[in-house]
């Protein structure tokens, strides 16, 4: 039997996009094989890890949850498209290159879309905060310490002024609170 296709029209990263897909067709296959967007990770694929978190109309959600034909019309922002159209990198993106807030990286297309979404809610986090900000991502090689850090340096060039802050001054993950403490809370 044929599966019945769908036409599903998406602007992804600012740029309008089609692709017939079946109606099974979760929107992180979709961006990956139909759209050739590699960047979005798939880890668990049920909603668990959040590699592939990506922003639908601004808000962080799992693209591993969602069906392709379910986001027909919606804006989507991919790790791809936080960059400038200069290839400069985002507040966020600097921010991890600055603090090393990665090492083998799968997590990170998860974490740079769900910091840039948390820092246009909360541009200033305290270290609690900017751990509360992550606590739905997981990362199973840094420690998320220094993930932490690269969400308050982010804040930081944010508030600066994207591309021209002084570097490397603020890498520090901060004191965790009593309520917030150790690798537990994430
Ligand atoms: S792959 Fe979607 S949450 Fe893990
Ligand atoms: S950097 Fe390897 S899983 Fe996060």
Avoid: W
């Amino acid at each position: 039997m044929t599966e019945t296709m769908h036409e599903t029209s998406l602007t992804v990263n600012g740029i309008p996009l089609k692709a017939t897909v079946p109606a099974r067709r979760l929107l992180s296959d979709c961006l990956r094989h139909d759209l050739g967007l590699t960047g979005t990770h798939v880890g668990c694929e049920h909603g668990v890890c959040g590699a592939c978190t990506v922003l639908i109309d601004g808000v962080p959600m799992r693209s591993c949850l969602l069906l392709a034909v379910s986001m027909d019309g919606s804006a989507i922002t991919t790790v791809e498209g936080l960059s400038g159209p200069d290839g400069a990198l985002s507040p966020v993106q600097q921010g991890f290159a600055e603090c090393h807030g990665l090492q083998c990286g799968f997590c990170t297309p998860g974490f740079l879309t769900t910091i840039t979404a948390g820092l246009e809610d909360n541009p200033d986090p305290t270290p609690d905060e900017a751990r509360e900000l992550i606590g739905g991502n997981l990362c199973r090689c840094t420690g998320y310490q220094n993930i932490v850090a690269a969400v308050l340096r982010a804040a930081e060039i944010t508030r600066e002024g994207a591309g021209d802050s002084p570097g490397n001054s603020r890498c520090t993950p901060g004191p965790a609170s009593s309520t917030m403490s150790g690798e537990a809370a994430l």
